[in-house]
């Protein structure tokens, strides 16, 4: 059964410009992390970011944040001043069953 | 960062040979790896968890008898697809928590069976 839930195939941003990505799940754990992975044509999976459940305050790293809401079971990635590099899939992944969802394609217009 | 090295990066055989995976964790010890497969345009499916020490466990549909995993070391895992088909093209991925920054993946291997 599908755990993660990424609802946007494809996604398209103008470069310097922020988007969003979803990512839905579903656990009965109360004690679990959340990421993006980046995987880019090379294949090579890169953490983006993690979100620790028992954590309100939301990740940041540079231009990567999310926003976490628990009871939501959301998990969404803003990416702020798209470049170019940040061309890629990005996959959503729960540890509480190692599972990814079906990923979103980001594309970077310059 | 952690890094989890995964050989060959490529491998080509002949239909009903074998063909063994390696994923090591270069600076950390890891009693548990994560074994993946994804085809093109799809996501990761987990295969298969390895545990240092003991069996691996493997998720539904996956052949273990077809997919063999040895977790000889706190550093190595091996994947070793057997009697393989065509039908078992595909990317594989380890992966293994470093206990810092979460999970981190080897570069992975694209197998082509001929």
């Known amino acids: 059964a599908q755990t993660v839930t990424q609802s946007q195939p494809e996604m398209s941003v103008q470069e310097a410009e922020t988007v969003t990505l979803s990512c839905t799940y579903d656990?009965?754990?109360?004690?679990?992390?959340l990421f993006w992975y980046k995987q880019p044509p090379s294949r090579q999976m890169i953490l983006v970011i993690r979100?620790?459940?028992?954590?309100?305050q939301n990740a940041t790293e540079n231009r990567f944040s999310v926003n976490f809401q628990k009871a939501a079971k959301s998990f969404s990635l803003k990416i702020s001043d798209s470049q170019l590099g940040d061309a890629a899939m990005y996959f959503c992944?729960?540890?509480?069953?190692?599972?990814f969802g079906a990923g979103t394609r980001l594309t970077v217009k310059p | 960062g952690a890094v989890v090295s995964q050989h060959p990066s490529r491998v080509i055989c002949k239909s009903g040979t074998s063909v063994k995976i390696e994923c090591r964790s270069l600076?950390?010890?890891?009693?548990?790896m994560f074994w993946y497969r994804q085809f093109p345009k799809q996501s990761l499916m987990l295969m298969a968890t390895?545990?240092?020490?003991?069996?691996?466990?493997?998720e539904q549909g996956v052949e273990k008898d077809k997919f063999l995993i040895n977790h000889a070391s706190l550093t190595l895992s091996t994947l070793t697809v057997t009697s393989a088909h065509p039908e078992d093209s595909s990317f594989y991925i380890c992966?293994?928590?470093?206990?810092?920054?979460?999970?981190?993946f080897g570069s992975g291997t694209r197998l082509t069976v001929v």
């Open positions: 992966s293994a928590d470093d206990g810092i920054y979460g999970y981190t």
């Open positions: 656990t009965s754990e109360s004690d679990y992390y």
């Open positions: 979100q620790e459940a028992y954590k309100q």
């Open positions: 992944y729960n540890n509480n069953d190692m599972r």
């Open positions: 600076d950390f010890q890891a009693t548990t």
């Open positions: 390895s545990n240092e020490g003991s069996k691996a466990t493997y």
